[in-house]
């Protein structure tokens, strides 16, 4: 099978991993009287009620969450007001840490606003094969090393390896 760091035909992908940026991130948005898609374009998305955030949102707080693209091509989200996240749906606002790695599905609420993470497979970065085949313990076929997505200057940094385990 090919290695999708090399090719463009998803169809026969074995790995998670594609160019930076690619499956067209994406964040679905819905209230009891709205519905809408906002594209995550660019790197840091600042979510709530204020005049400058990227993704407004009427009766969340000023501020409730941010979205940050990461050197990984992760898409990190930090709930900084109340709100569930279906990683850690217990979690409070006092919790410590309040962030998640969203993978395609992952859901959140800001006030009345709920928010669903929606990313191509392809590029998901998730497990590859669309999830486990044969259910929790069979046997996976590794995914290539990811791609390093920093300039090759930078050597300030290590790049990404995928944990084994």
Known sequence: MADNTESTDHESSTTTHSE????????????????????????????????????????????????????????ILTLLEDGLMNANPEMTATDDDRSEILRQGAR???????????????????????????GEFSEQPAQPTRPRYTDSDDEDKPPYEVQKG
């Open 20 to 75: 930076w940026g690619a499956g067209h991130p994406r964040l679905r948005v819905s209230s009891p009287s709205q519905n809408f898609v906002f594209d995550l374009d660019v790197d840091d998305v600042n979510i709530g009620s204020a005049e400058k955030n990227e993704l407004r949102l009427e009766g969340a707080a000023p501020l409730h969450a941010t979205i940050h693209h990461d050197e990984n091509d992760e898409y």
């Open 108 to 134: 959140f609420t800001a006030g009345e606003w709920t928010l669903v993470f929606a990313r191509e497979e392809f590029a998901d970065h998730g497990r590859p094969f669309g999830g486990r085949e044969g």
